[in-house]
């Protein structure tokens, strides 16, 4: 899997120890060089993916590609070129000629415009996975619309799931289209088509939109809709409506999950508020009722007094904890210790090659990373031409 120096049969492995003295790269990608040519979220997320798996992703930009985002830039190192210069894209050819996988998120075209595409840069490097991140794909009457989670949500059909029945449709964060349908999705094709090399030789083109994602991720709501169990939005058994599948407010104001769908959940739930007969939780004609005792039980006490209360009890509820308590949360102290509040840990857990957060250090690194690739001073300041980092200050993430 590693990337190939001088050629497709040339395999070199660049996760030892460089000369300018970064640390041996370990995890199962290890030995993978990535080139990220994307901005915004979804991209950076999914090559941060990569990167907690061990790859080397150095991310590549330049003019008004905008500063990196600092929370999805841990263990990746910033070069800047000038890709409107023929000295600029023959650095860039020359990077990929000895790289396994390229990033981008321009709009379906502007690649290929700037030298970037992957029709060109496939000749350069026949192994080469290349993975486009786009919002409607490279296809279709959408592709060249400019968009945002909320909009790639709502074409994809799960934005109209959300939010309460008697009001607007409301999206959860950037998390499912931005980051789910795109970054990992994209990450998800990458190893994909890694594996596949193994076994061909040859890279191959990767058209990995957010619409699409989603609509994968909509596979069993799909089916459901329209039926019992998700007959319009804002209602159904996983819509937060049903009695025993919803949050409670609690005597603090602050909120519990129950998630009590099976019969043994809700028996146990209901005996450990002691509420008498346990009713059919799936009977229709018992949700009113139901509702009613739990709104009543629920806030008798507070939050931390229903986490410990039901600790011990296997009824699926759970405290709704705030961001800032994550790392007082014992579940994810024990797993994570050493994960900070405002980052997240590198996932999965692997048995035998870890996956681990990298430094994030998102300083221009131009000149160090070239050098890796035998590139001199001189050739590099070419390169860089008038996209310093200083010029490519115009875009910041969130917009304020």
Not at 13 to 40: C, H, Q, W, Y
Not at 218 to 238: F, I, K, Q, T
């Amino acid at each position: 899997m590693p990337h190939a120096q001088t050629g497709p049969s040339s395999p070199v492995i660049s996760g030892g120890t460089a000369d300018d003295g970064t640390a041996r790269r370990k995890g199962p990608l290890a030995g993978v060089r990535v080139l990220d040519m994307t901005r915004l979220a979804p991209g950076p997320y999914g090559s941060m993916l990569l990167a907690d798996l061990g790859a080397e992703v150095i991310a590549v930009g330049g003019g008004r590609s905008g500063l990196p985002v600092p929370a999805l830039s841990r263990g990746k190192e910033f070069v800047t070129l000038d890709l409107k210069t023929g000295e600029g894209r023959a650095v860039l050819q020359r990077m990929v000629a000895e790289s396994d996988v390229l990033m981008e998120g321009f709009r379906p075209g502007v690649a290929d415009r700037i030298g970037a595409g992957y029709a060109e840069l496939s000749e350069i490097n026949p192994r080469l996975v290349y993975c486009s991140v786009t919002g409607y794909g490279q296809t279709g009457p959408w592709a060249q619309r400019a968009g945002h989670d909320i909009n790639y949500l709502a074409v994809g059909g799960a934005l109209g799931t959300f939010g309460p029945p008697g009001g607007p449709p409301v999206p959860p964060l950037n998390l499912v289209a931005d980051f789910a349908g795109g970054g990992l999705l994209a990450a998800f094709g990458v190893v994909g088509a890694l594996y596949e090399r193994e076994h061909s030789g040859r890279g191959q083109y990767i058209d990995a939109a957010m619409v699409d994602g989603v609509l994968s991720m909509m596979g069993m709501n799909l089916a459901d809709w329209g039926g019992p169990s998700l007959p319009r939005r804002g209602e159904g058994v996983l819509a937060g409506t049903h009695p025993a599948y919803r949050c409670y407010a609690c005597a603090d104001g602050r909120y519990v999950a129950v998630g009590a769908l099976e019969n043994a959940f809700f028996t146990n739930l209901w005996q450990a508020l002691e509420l008498g007969p346990v009713p059919d939780h799936m009977d229709p004609e018992e949700f009113a009722t139901i509702e009613v005792r739990l709104t009543e039980s629920f806030r008798q006490c507070t939050m931390a007094e229903w986490a410990e209360f039901f600790s011990g009890i296997d009824a699926c509820v759970t405290p709704v904890l705030e961001p800032h308590e994550l790392a007082g949360s014992d579940q994810i102290a024990q797993r994570y210790p050493d994960s900070p509040t405002r980052s997240v840990p590198a996932v999965p857990q692997y048995s035998r090659t870890p996956a681990a957060a990298g430094p994030t250090e998102t300083a221009d690194s131009t000149a160090r990373v070239l050098a890796r690739f035998g590139i001199g001073d001189e050739d590099a300041r070419k390169a860089i031409g008038s996209s310093t980092p200083d010029a490519v200050r115009g875009l910041r993430w969130p917009p304020i």
